[in-house]
């Protein structure tokens, strides 16, 4: 969030691909390993960053180095397709720590 009322903070580069990043070079190279380093190199070739060749230190760079203020609505339109992926992410991390029988509990509850 940015200090000024109705601005938020926006990332060219976004700072999940940090996370993306660390996880998938992680990992041990099995099923769980293999899909985290997929996803690694979709989202950074979907934000035009070249995964093999970066390194962290560069990629910290380049996310510090895009971020610009802006207003927030123009922020959630930018980001209108990018919610869902982004949620999909935590709901699976969730189901690879708690297992279906919490999901079903979940859904039970509503």
Known sequence: MSGRRGEEVHHAAPRCLL???????GLPLDGEGIQ??????????RWRVVPVEISSEELQKLVDAS??????????????????????RGGRETLRRYGADWFSLLALRR
């Not at 380093?37 to 979709?42: H, K, Q, R, T």
């Not at 123009?74 to 982004?86: A, M, S």
């Open 67 to 88: 971020e610009v203020v802006l207003e927030r609505e123009r922020h959630r339109l930018l980001h209108g397709e990018d919610w869902r992926r982004w949620g999909s």
């Open 36 to 45: 985290a380093w997929l996803e690694w190199e979709w989202e950074a070739t």
């Open 19 to 25: 996370a993306l990043r660390e996880r998938a070079n």
